[in-house]
């Protein structure tokens, strides 16, 4: 140990100085596509975590490795400081909805409309007819209007920013009525409690958490009640001996007191997912015929479109929420906007379950996720033979983003090991492989679900397993 540390100096003196890394041929091509800038802090992390190895190594010969490999690691951070930090991944998980991977892919056409709106000016707010200001909300409010069957329509950027709208707007410094079941929350710790306390709203529990019945909604209601919300359960269902109140009883209840009534939907199904094997996922069109007076969902959920708070309902209701000075703060924007407008037209077409994303992913039967997975499957043992260990086998997949909570999507995949390579390993490379693919780890084996999996990232995954087998 004293031997090398007398010589510590002399080994940091070689290390090499930034402008001498900038004329490596393996750097210069970083600077052909990225701000020069980005590549010398790069070159600066490499060299400072070569600085670190060789101060905390033990054997002079520990040292040399470091510096043969000063090259290899001063590359790896410039290519890591010049890589965008957001960036595609693959879903290999069998989670639709996944929200740490962004939620809902969206459809060509709406990648479409959102290059066009955003290469150039647009008239998010300008009415080409008069020449004069427009309403941002109305290149979706028709089609929202015309798809859920109700008066009015406008959106903001997520559905906890439609919620919290709606309660600033209707009871703020107002009593809120809530069944003690719907005390929700939901990932990123978004609580209905912390929700109405910060739109200034007082809430007002009722029932117990696995039974509420009518009487305890009408026992509470006073002069100072603003508002009767009932709130979609999102991530989680009560089961057994149970008990809630319809949307239909609360409704004929609010009229009775003059109280408005809200739902929190959540995930915004707008089709009859009944009619697919998926239960108690009513669509938004059956709250509005019980009559509620305002709504809220998601559009990157069920709807299967980009992030936003989708508010529907009674015009008198929805027009006082568009002039809340809080929607400012709260309001879409034209990139969002594009895509949303884009997704929702292709609810018009013949069969949307086809043609979005996320419809198709949920609906599509096992047999046909069979079949994707056996092409993956043969494609892996056509590319990699023996060196990698591959099997079709029976898979279990979820809607996720709190939608479907309750219900397991019969699907399939492969599981696949490298011999010589632990599971946990090859799951840790793949998250650095370009691109990154996103997997499950079961029984020392890496999962890949083929119903997540979009169109032709098959070549995909062969491009990372070759950056881990090869």
């Not at 100096?9 to 402008?19: A, G």
């Not at 410039?78 to 996944?98: E, M, R």
């Not at 809530?178 to 929700?195: A, H, K, L």
Request: glycine content about 6%; aromatic content about 4%.
């Amino acid at each position: 140990m004293d031997k090398i540390d007398s010589k510590i100096n002399n080994y940091l003196r070689k290390l090499p100085k930034v402008d001498e890394v900038l004329d490596n041929p393996s750097v210069k091509k970083y600077l052909e596509s990225n701000p020069r800038e980005l590549v010398v802090d790069g070159i600066r992390t490499g060299i400072e975590k070569a600085r670190k190895l060789i101060l905390s190594s033990k054997s002079i010969a520990e040292v040399e490795s470091i510096l043969n490999s000063i090259e290899e690691i001063v590359i790896q951070a410039v290519k890591k400081n010049c890589d965008y930090h957001l960036k595609p991944v693959i879903n290999a998980t069998g989670i639709v909805l996944h929200t740490n991977l962004g939620r809902a892919p969206l459809h060509p056409s709406a990648i479409e409309r959102i290059k066009e709106v955003s290469i150039g000016y647009s008239n998010l707010e300008y009415e080409l007819d008069t020449g004069k200001r427009g309403s941002r909300y109305s290149h979706v409010e028709e089609l929202l209007k015309k798809l859920c069957g109700v008066e009015s329509a406008f959106v903001v950027n997520n559905n906890a920013s439609a919620v919290l709208l709606a309660l600033n707007t209707f009871a703020s410094g107002k009593e809120v009525i809530v069944s003690r079941g719907e005390m929700i929350e939901i990932g990123g710790s978004f609580r209905i409690p912390e929700i109405m306390k910060i739109s200034g709203a007082t809430l007002v529990e009722v029932g117990t958490t696995n039974k509420t019945h009518l009487k305890d909604y009408e026992d509470v209601i006073s002069e100072n009640t603003a508002l009767i919300l009932k709130v979609h359960p999102s991530n989680y269902r009560i089961v057994g001996f149970t008990k809630e109140v319809t949307l239909e009883e609360l409704v004929d209840l609010g009229r009775k007191h003059n109280v408005p009534v809200m739902y929190d939907a959540g995930s915004g199904a707008l089709l009859d997912f009944n009619q697919k094997g998926f239960k108690e996922e009513p669509a938004i069109q059956k709250a509005v015929k019980a009559g509620v007076d305002v709504i809220t969902f998601s559009g990157d959920k069920l709807l299967g479109g980009p992030q936003a708070g989708i508010i529907v309902g009674r015009k008198e209701f929805v027009e006082k929420m568009k002039r809340n000075h809080l929607n400012r703060a709260l309001r879409i924007d034209k990139l969002t906007l594009a895509a949303l407008e884009a997704t929702l037209r292709l609810y018009l077409e013949e069969d949307p379950w086809q043609t979005i994303p996320v419809l198709r992913m949920l609906s599509m039967p096992a047999e046909e996720v069979k079949k994707k997975a056996r092409k993956l499957k043969k494609i892996l043992k056509n590319e990699f033979g023996n060196r990698i260990e591959v099997e079709l086998i029976a898979t279990v997949a979820r809607s996720g983003g709190g939608a479907l909570p309750d219900i397991d999507i019969p699907s399939y995949g492969v599981a696949l090991s490298v011999p010589g390579k632990s599971s946990v390993c090859i799951e840790q490379s793949l998250r650095h492989t370009d691109p990154p693919v996103i997997v499950l780890v079961q029984d020392e084996k890496i999962i890949m679900d083929a119903r997540t999996l979009l169109d032709g990232e098959e070549k995909k995954i062969i491009s990372a397993l070759k950056q881990i087998v090869l």
